[in-house]
């Protein structure tokens, strides 16, 4: 290399030095493009670094998901063993995080993952503990695993979504804070449920409440039926939406207050201004591609809009393929076709919760009978916006 290109190099070299150490207009638009994790380590750069990230850091983030499907080529369950890579590649902080997986791999599993090439395996006890390091201190973690998973590959928010009743499947939903939404996790058991703990998870008496993700476990236990009617009298009276199903199992958070063989109910109510949402119930008589598509099509009169806006589909066990003579996907496929561009996520379970209803500016109710909102052999499709 010549004398006078060494100059060239070394002079590109400061200017480039420069324009990253003092110009914050670049060096801001450059971290744009840069996921949240490493975004935090180069804060610890210099003061100008610092200072550009915490502006990127204060911009508006959008949910976010990463999702599998597929047998695993680890010991551990498939969405755990992605999780440790894909974290790492997201552009958000995440505030909340409702993770559902197959129960039929999942279960008796060790509830752990190998972060390096030895895989390691570590005892269940520790598995809450080890997925919460994924995630800022303080995130709160729903898990939850079910018959079946309904999800959305991870990438574009176009892609469409997919129906697994049998096989390894997963996704992980990521919240992070969102201006005028309040999303709040909730768990209670057979022992711990009472007014005042519904009142202190904001289910009742409060007034900006728009939507209740719900799912119930070990429903089938004694005591499981005046449980849920326990959950579901107070909610049906509310103005929100009320969605979701009876769920196989929990894995996170602990259960400090009940232990195995106990029912109980867990999930996420979603207060503010901003939230909006809609369902509708895909009952018996809907049983091939087209009733499905224009049951689904209903939720158009809502009018939500689809950006940062997430489909959830909440379905028996006895639908899906079986249901639509041994076509597959036929639901999913129903929603994608409605809503292009608004990802998909949800289950098959042992009973479905919900009913046709709008939360917006005004309300369509369904019944205040809290029978009403339990159901066999149905979907529970809804959209709900995060602002």
Not at 50 to 65: E, I
Not at 202 to 227: D, H, I, K, Q, W
Request: glycine content about 8%.
């Amino acid at each position: 290399m010549s004398e006078s290109q060494e100059m060239c190099e070394s002079f590109q070299d400061s200017k480039a030095a420069y324009v990253l150490s003092n110009v914050a207009e670049v060096v801001e638009r450059i971290l744009t493009f840069i996921p949240t994790k490493s975004l935090l380590r180069i804060a610890s750069v210099c003061r100008l670094w610092r200072n550009c990230a915490r502006r990127v850091l204060r911009t508006p983030q959008q949910l976010g998901w990463v999702s599998t499907c597929g047998p695993s080529a680890t010991e551990v369950h498939s969405l755990c063993s992605i999780l440790v890579e894909e974290v790492e590649k997201v552009f958000l902080v995440p505030k909340t995080v409702l993770m559902m997986v197959d129960s039929e791999t999942f279960n008796g599993q060790d509830f752990c993952f190998a972060q390096n090439k030895a895989k390691k395996r570590r005892q269940s006890s520790h598995s809450v503990q080890e997925l919460n390091q994924l995630f800022p201190k303080g995130c709160d973690l729903i898990g939850i695993t079910t018959p079946g998973i309904v999800l959305t590959p991870t990438g574009s928010w176009s892609n469409p979504p997919q129906e697994h009743q049998e096989g390894e499947a997963g996704f992980t939903l990521m919240f992070p804070s969102i201006e005028g939404v309040n999303i709040k996790p909730f768990h209670f058991c057979k022992k711990t449920i009472s007014l005042t703990e519904l009142r202190e998870a904001g289910l009742v008496e409060n007034p900006e409440l728009r939507v209740v993700l719900l799912f119930v476990y070990e429903a089938y236990r004694s005591g499981g039926a005046r449980f849920l009617n326990q959950i579901l009298e107070p909610l049906s009276k509310t103005k929100a939406l009320i969605a979701g199903g009876l769920v196989e199992n929990t894995f996170s958070p602990p259960r400090h207050c009940c232990g195995q063989g106990v029912c109980g109910a867990m999930g996420l109510a979603l207060s503010g201004p901003k939230v909006q949402g809609a369902s509708v119930l895909l009952d018996q008589d809907v049983s091939n591609a087209k009733a499905a598509e224009d049951t689904v099509r209903r939720l158009k009169a809502a009018k939500i809009p689809e950006k940062n806006t997430l489909g959830f589909m909440f379905a028996c066990v006895g639908r899906g393929k079986n249901y639509y003579s041994n076509q597959t996907n036929v639901e999913a496929d129903a929603f994608h076709k409605v809503f292009p561009n608004t990802p998909l996520f949800g289950l098959f379970g042992n009973g479905e919760i919900g009913c046709d209803r709008i939360v917006k500016d005004d309300y369509t109710l369904c019944d205040e009978d809290s029978d009403s909102l339990q159901h066999e052999y149905t979907t529970v499709m809804s959209v709900v916006h995060f602002g």
